[in-house]
């Protein structure tokens, strides 16, 4: 099984600028990225496709579904993505 995407995943944590050495201004967003947790791998001879499911930060366990929950098999509750 072969992903190329490339991301990052994490939470926005402010705006700001920076300036070159020729003083333009360029707009930066800062995110925190923090460490990913595969918590499932797809694939096409089970469901039908090709994903990785990563979970980052975490959430409370009254803001999970019983679905996610299931998902995570007793582990910390995160805020996931499908990749």
Do not use: W
Request: charged fraction near 20%; glycine fraction near 12%.
């Amino acid at each position: 099984m072969k992903f190329s995407n490339k991301f990052i995943l994490g939470t926005k944590i402010s705006m700001t600028q920076t300036f070159d050495e020729k003083g333009v201004v360029h707009p930066v967003t800062a995110i925190k990225a923090g460490p990913l947790t595969v918590t499932a791998i797809k694939s096409v001879a089970t469901d039908g496709y090709n994903a990785v499911v990563v979970g980052f930060g975490e959430r409370g366990e009254k803001n999970i579904n019983k679905a996610q929950k299931g998902q995570m098999k007793g582990g910390k509750y995160m805020v996931f993505a499908r990749v």
